[in-house]
């Protein structure tokens, strides 16, 4: 089974909008990470949330997790051009080992 | 800040070549890890490494792949015979003791022919 789906597979808004993406997972999970890219280049992390933890906020961006649903979410407020990147979900299980997600494209035009 | 880097950026090789692919993790950190990226699709899990030796590998991870860590800053992904589905962007990633966040390297991205 596949850990760290995310939908939509791809978002376009306007600057200054909300950007919301959502992740899915399968298995019990240490943390749930979010990690941006931008077009080939290496990952970035964004943040982490921990599996006794349901929310956390890092200047505008806004995590949930909910554990009895296996999934969470990712907002991005009042948007920005040079935010336009994929965004990955991934899953810690056991070992340490990061599951990542298909990624979300977010497209923000000025 | 540091930074995980990697050498090359860009490898062509011939299929059935041996490539080897080189990473310098961040110097305190004493988690290692590679995963790829083929074109278009997820990242993927290769291998992790902790205490000189291999903590976690995926089934990609088959006998043509090994990893090594040569000397103390060091960490090296090697294919033996490389196939044309190995081509990918290769990345590196470390970790500290303390955290379970991944610091990436830019890539490696390696085309087979």
């Known amino acids: 089974s596949q850990q760290g789906e995310e939908d939509p597979q791809a978002l376009s808004i306007q600057e200054g909008e909300n950007a919301t993406m959502n992740c899915s997972y399968k298995t019990s999970i240490n943390n749930l990470q979010w990690y941006r890219q931008n077009s080939g280049r290496g990952l970035v992390h964004l943040i982490l949330i921990r599996s006794n933890e349901r929310e956390k906020h890092s200047g505008r961006l806004r995590v949930t997790l909910d554990t009895s649903k296996k999934s969470s979410s990712l907002l991005i407020t009042a948007s920005r051009a040079a935010d336009t990147a994929s965004y990955f979900c991934a899953a810690e299980t056991s070992g340490s080992r990061l599951t990542f997600g298909e990624g979300t494209q977010l497209t923000v035009n000025p | 800040e540091p930074e995980v880097t990697q050498t090359p950026s860009h490898q062509v090789t011939q299929m059935g070549q041996e490539v080897i692919l080189r990473c310098v993790p961040i110097s305190n950190h004493l988690y290692f890890y590679w995963y790829r990226q083929i074109l278009g699709q997820k990242v993927e899990f290769l291998v992790s490494?902790?205490?000189?030796?291999?903590?976690?590998k995926s089934e990609i991870f088959d006998d043509q792949f090994s990893v090594e860590r040569p000397d103390g800053s060091n960490f090296t992904l090697k294919i033996r015979s490389t196939k044309l589905e190995d081509s990918a962007m290769y990345f590196c990633?470390?970790?500290?003791?303390?955290?379970?966040?991944?610091?990436f390297g830019e890539g490696s991205r390696l085309t087979v022919l």
């Open positions: 490494f902790y205490n000189n030796e291999i903590s976690e």
């Open positions: 990633a470390s970790r500290g003791q303390d955290t379970g966040e991944l610091f």
